[in-house]
């Protein structure tokens, strides 16, 4: 953990360095200020990837919560200017999320729940390098995968939605810009609407979730 910690605090360290270098240039005032300018009103098209830790929280009962599973992310973001220092960040996401739970029986189940994620972001650029994101999510359900493990065997159940099922969420996150190219990036999601499930807890998704970004234009 601590070696963990330490390459963090490095790489964010390198990153500071590497960020204030790119928007700052020169220590000359004027060319700073041109320098940032001119970065922030291009339009930019990017990819992104990283780790999903899902699980479901129930919005009337806190203590009624499941167990996490991990999944994965991908996609494309754009990020127009408005006005400094927002901008408008819309994204496409191919995203895993669900649950583990314990049955009344002791069979260990496993959801896994396949989404095409649409964020809605407005972004902050709050310090050079550093941005704060914040706005809904609509999110279309594609299919989802249900296992049953237990001391006989295992069992999976794959439903197909095709999209017909739609969520909304909220959003927050942070980024962080590691150069011109490369950026960190961190969030927090939670259904703002139910998932589905009438007959029993209203279940919601709730994902935790970092990687990267990477520009290409």
């Known amino acids: ?23 700052y240039g020169p ?3 004027h060319h700073q200020q041109k320098r940032s300018n001119d970065d922030f009103y291009t339009v930019k098209v990017g990819i ?5 830790i899902a699980n479901t929280v129930d919005a009337y009962d806190s203590y009624n919560s499941t167990g996490t599973i991990a ?31 314990q049955l009344d029986d002791g069979t260990n189940f ?3 729940a396949n989404f095409i994620d649409v964020p809605l972001l407005a972004k902050f650029h709050l310090v050079p390098g550093f941005n704060l994101l914040l706005g809904p999510q609509v999110s279309f359900l594609t299919s989802t995968n249900n296992t049953y493990h237990d001391p006989t065997g295992t069992t999976t159940d794959n439903y197909n939605y095709n999209g017909n099922n739609t969520i909304v969420a909220g959003v927050f996150g942070v980024s962080f810009d ?3 190219v490369v950026e960190i990036r961190a969030r927090y999601a939670l259904d703002l609407t139910a998932n589905g499930n009438n007959n029993g807890p209203d279940y919601r998704n709730q994902v935790f979730q970092v990687g990267l970004g990477f520009r290409i234009k």
Do not use: W
């Open 110 to 112: 496993t959801s896994r």
């Open 71 to 101: 999944g994965f992310n991908a996609g494309l973001y754009f990020d127009v200017p408005i006005a400094y220092p927002v901008s408008f960040e819309p994204e496409v996401l191919f995203s895993q999320k669900g649950f583990s739970a």
């Open 48 to 52: 992104t990837g990283g780790l999903n």
């Open 27 to 29: 220590r000359h005032p």
């Open 178 to 180: 590691i150069n011109p």
């Open 1 to 23: 953990m601590k070696k963990i910690l330490f390459m963090a605090i490095c790489l964010f360290a390198a990153g500071s360095v590497s960020a204030q270098q790119y928007y």
